[in-house]
């Protein structure tokens, strides 16, 4: 990784990670970009390929399709060249090298353990080597399945162990923090999670302690491993040392349904891999992108905060506000209310967007607020709601200041103009309409999806001019009397670290407030495309199946213009 995780447009810059063992890129110079997407021919096995040039063998390879077996080295990280897995035989050279740390040069002759028995024979006493003291637990172990030690075993080595001394034995589910747990007797001893601790978070919390086959995985004194990314280091162990403590023996990873979505937390967009068990989510992990979005690291709110966007009790009527209670609406009632949006009334019309919808549902929106509002995209009746909040230097690693994972799309379809402050302008915009609600200048309001309105905002006055207006519609996926956001107890199960951001104190959530509320689906119940800061485009997939009544915003709208 070189330079910055992402760089917000919004002029909230990020600090800068730098990788050790990746080539720098030379900002701003065409030559130097040119360098790094410049090839060299080399041998791999009698075959001659074209690698990228500056790279590792190991990593050269990877690029190209050919996997060199590796414990230890992350492309992120810093090269430890410690697990010694990567030998490979270069032509000339007597020794066997790592390839992990050799770098590729115009015509080097590479021989891997297809072709080479020293390689090979290498390889295969090197797990010999690992597996010594490593408990036979694969058949309760988190990681089976999806194991390197497990895979590597059965590919390159297969036979008995020849070590009948006594094995050490490690401790096991040895707390480290909030969220993360280590089984020492699993641990090859990769390094993979101090370097993490070291080298992007610079929180150094992690280390190897003793010597030899005593070397464990250790945090110092009163230094707990509570960083808001430490979850992280779960996804770096490729053998099953570390696991989440909240997801401990909760599943197979065989028995899980796999869905590659986008992180809808903040305007950064990570691309994740969900595990989904029995309609509940068992995992999440970062998934590597052409658009390095994360780098495949994730921040812990984003990780463990899924079930935020997936209220427990779920609205899936039309309902109606009757003095003080709100009560079902009937289908010719509805029709006949909804009829409303339609009419001319003195006073001005205005829209909330939230900015969890999709594009391709804000294109349906947009169309609505044109053809039956009046308002154009510029206008300052028509709001997508930024969602800023102030971030710890350690956290702007790669957490975005704006919880908002659509933002960009202002910028796309014309609410603000290219290369001006989105969350500056879209923030005196939205605080604007909120005064134009409280001072009851709204005839027609429509507040369109979840988090389109902060709940703190949500007082007696703007209820009151929200209650004035001569029609307000409302859709919400969160039940009418739920008066703060609905925080599953999974989310609550264990408490936030020092670092972490409260995944249960968002304040984003919109309670009912409009005379009509109709029922929508959630950010994880939908299908579509996100866009984050940087305009990269994601695909957002559906986690869930959404009850019986819900129907996406833009359907609502399509119902309510024809």
């Known amino acids: 990784m070189s330079g ?11 600090p800068t990670v730098q990788n050790p063992s990746a080539p720098k890129v030379a900002s701003e110079n065409n030559a130097g970009i040119e360098s790094l997407r410049a090839t060299i021919k080399v041998m791999v096995d009698g075959l001659e390929v074209a690698v990228p040039k500056g790279e590792t063998v190991l990593w050269a390879l990877k690029q190209v399709g050919i996997e060199i077996p590796h414990f230890c080295y992350h492309h992120e990280l810093s090269v430890a060249g410690n697990c010694r897995m990567c030998q490979v035989k270069l032509a000339g050279v007597p020794k066997l090298v790592l390839a992990c740390c050799t770098p590729v040069s115009e015509g080097m002759k590479i021989s891997t353990h297809k072709t080479s028995p020293e390689v090979a024979d290498a390889q295969r006493e090197t797990l010999e080597f ?4 490593h408990p036979l637990d694969c058949t309760i172990c988190d990681q089976a399945g999806q ?32 969220e993360v747990i280590y089984d020492s ?10 370097r993490f601790c070291n080298e992007i978070t610079k929180t150094s919390e992690l280390g190897v302690f003793n010597r030899g086959d005593k070397a464990v995985i250790g945090i110092f004194p009163s230094h707990p491993l509570n960083n808001p990314f430490s979850g992280v280091v779960c996804d770096l162990c490729p053998v099953g040392a570390l696991t989440h403590r909240r997801w401990r023996f909760n599943s197979r990873s065989w028995q899980t349904q796999q869905v590659k979505t986008v992180c809808p937390g903040c305007a950064t967009g990570c691309v994740v891999s969900v595990a989904l068990k029995d309609n509940k989510i068992v995992s999440v992990r970062g998934v590597e992108t ?14 463990y905060g899924f079930s935020r966007f997936q209220p427990v009790e779920r609205l899936t009527m039309p309902m109606i506000k009757e003095i003080l209670n709100y009560e079902m609406l009937g289908l010719e009632r509805l029709k006949s209310k909804l ?3 339609r009419q001319t009334y003195q006073g001005e019309n205005a829209m909330f967007i939230s900015p969890f919808l999709t594009l391709e549902e804000l294109e349906v929106v947009l169309a609505f607020a044109r053809d039956v509002l009046g308002l154009e995209p510029a206008s300052d009746n028509l709001v997508l709601t930024p969602h800023a909040r102030k971030l710890t230097e350690l956290e702007q690693i790669l957490i975005s200041p704006n919880y908002a994972p659509n933002l960009k799309a202002a910028e796309i379809f014309g609410l603000i103009k290219k290369g001006q402050n989105i969350t500056w302008l879209l923030e005196q915009r939205y605080q604007a309409l909120l005064r134009k609600v409280r001072n009851k200048k709204i005839s027609k309001l429509v507040v369109v999806g979840d988090y389109a309105v902060c709940s703190k905002d949500i007082d007696s006055e703007l209820v009151a001019g929200t209650l004035f207006a001569e029609v307000s519609v409302q859709t919400s996926a969160r039940p009418v009397q739920a008066k703060n956001i609905s925080t599953p107890p999974s989310v609550r199960q264990f408490p936030p670290s020092a670092g972490q951001l409260n995944f249960g104190a968002l304040h984003l959530g919109t ?18 495309t996100l866009i984050n800061i940087v305009g990269v485009e994601h695909k957002l997939l559906p986690l869930f199946t959404p009850p019986a009544g819900c129907l996406d915003d833009s359907e609502w709208l399509s119902y309510i213009k024809n």
């Open 4 to 14: 910055n995780f992402i760089k917000d447009s919004s002029k909230e810059d990020f």
């Open 130 to 133: 690992l597996l010594i003291n």
């Open 147 to 178: 194991c390197k030690l497990q895979d590597y075993y059965l590919q390159f080595s297969s036979e008995l162990s020849r070590f009948s001394e006594r094995r050490e034995v490690g401790v096991k589910a040895e707390v480290l923090g909030e």
């Open 185 to 194: 007797e699993r641990c090859v001893n990769c390094t993979r999670c101090v």
């Open 290 to 303: 052409e658009s390095d979005s994360n780098h495949s690291f994730l921040c812990n709110e984003g990780r």
């Open 339 to 341: 009829s409303k949006l």
């Open 511 to 528: 309670r009912a407030f409009c005379e009509i509320v109709l029922p929508s689906r959630t950010v994880l119940e939908k299908t579509g």
